[in-house]
């Protein structure tokens, strides 16, 4: 009798998904081409915490946060939790305004600075009209382009770096990631500056690295009003975990970006612990230059033993062995010896791998493990 029962219930279950699969097809014909024929931007694996690997694929920092955000962290009530978070993350504006210099108008805080992307995408580009980048570039403006059904404008750029090509003039919005990602190199400010003069775009200067660079772009958000640099704490600050992204621009763009926004797109946690880790820039310091420091140590060592290291103002860098073309085996060696990096199958980018700066014991094992493989990566 049993055995029957679950025969009708199976002969049920297969009737009513072969019913949904037709339903949702009729539906699946409403999704916009643009959605349809995309890939979606692909972020780093994040692993099981138990597999213990060496995780260098996200760029993310190996140290954690300011002890200060523990102490906040403790001290949250969770009733509060209860209320809607400030939609204007007005405490977080007016304290990165006095530490950068800028008012609070000027300054627009986003759920990471993809958020702040997306909102820049929305706000100054129609859909149909052009946005542009310069290619090797943070894959993310493509997406988000494509998903607001704005035309892509794409200019490759090749080594040596520094000589791109003038940035086209048809667009509304021009990004550039500086330092680069996923390469590492960055432009001097005074050539930022030019690019910024030439174009009729809004030229967005996305400084997700700035703090590991030598240089920065804020000051130009003072001498042209088409300028908006976006930060991020994710990286410098060890607070990717939160998501708060913020841009810095002259303060009428800045306004009409608010009214893009999703209404509360900052939660009340990362306000808070954002807040705190903000106050403490001694403990910023010593993380980036410890992180700075083993960069340079790392690219000295790894240049050593053969490998091209093109050089870096970011907490990455782009190792390539010295056999060309072969970043996917180097890719999928590193990840068998428990070394997790990324590779990415594009132009300019498929003789490497995109690999943190992890802490130096971190990268003394990874650079262990690149000796033992060259052999296999070798002209010889
Ligand atoms: C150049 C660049 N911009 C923006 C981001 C996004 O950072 P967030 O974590 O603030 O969204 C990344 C993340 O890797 C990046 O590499």
């Not at 978070?85 to 007005?90: A, G, H, R, V």
Request: hydrophobic letters at 40%; glycine letters at 6%; one cysteine or more.
């Amino acid at each position: 009798m049993k055995i029957r029962q679950r025969a009708i219930s199976l002969d049920l279950n297969s009737f009513f998904s072969a019913f949904f699969d037709k339903e949702v097809q009729k539906y699946m014909e409403y999704i916009r081409p643009c959605i349809a024929s995309m890939k979606g931007y692909v972020p780093g694996l994040q692993p099981d915490p138990n597999q213990k690997y060496i995780k260098l694929n996200s760029n993310e920092n190996p140290f954690p946060p300011s002890p200060r955000v523990k102490e906040v962290l403790r001290e949250l009530k969770y009733e509060d939790l209860r209320i809607y978070p400030d939609p204007i993350s007005l405490e977080l504006r007016e304290k990165l305004g006095s530490l950068y210099g800028f008012s609070p108008n000027q300054i627009i805080c986003g759920n990471g600075s993809d958020d702040i992307l997306n909102i820049i995408i929305r706000t100054f580009a129609q859909p149909g009209e052009a946005v542009g980048f310069f290619e090797p570039t943070f894959p993310l403006y493509r997406v988000l382009g494509v998903i607001h059904g704005v035309r892509i404008i794409s200019l490759p750029v090749d080594e040596p770096y520094d000589q791109p090509p003038l940035p086209p003039d048809d667009v509304k919005i021009f990004f550039l990631a500086n330092p680069n990602s996923p390469v590492g190199f960055a432009y001097s400010t005074s050539r930022i500056a030019e690019m910024a003069r030439e174009i009729k775009a809004v030229f967005v200067v996305d400084e997700a690295y700035a703090e590991f660079a030598r240089e920065n772009a804020l000051a130009l958000v003072r001498q042209l009003a088409n300028v908006i640099i976006v930060r991020t704490v994710s990286k410098s600050y060890s607070l990717a975990g939160l998501r708060l992204g913020y841009a810095i621009g002259n303060e009428k763009l800045i306004a009409e970006m608010l009214k893009v926004k999703d209404p509360f797109n900052v939660t009340l946690l990362t306000q808070s612990l954002v807040a705190a880790a903000l106050e403490d820039q001694e403990y910023l310091r010593n993380n980036v230059s410890r992180i700075i420091d083993t960069r340079e140590w790392f690219s000295k060592e790894a240049a050593a033993l053969g490998y091209r290291i093109i050089p870096s103002e970011a907490n990455f860098v782009f190792p390539q062995p010295p056999q060309k073309g072969r970043g996917i085996g180097f890719y999928k060696t590193l990840f068998n010896r428990k070394i997790l990096t990324r590779h990415y199958d594009e132009e300019g980018l498929r003789d490497g791998v995109r690999m943190t700066i992890g802490t130096r014991q971190e990268m003394a094992t990874v650079l262990k493990v690149m000796k033992e493989i060259l052999p296999q990566f070798s002209n010889k």
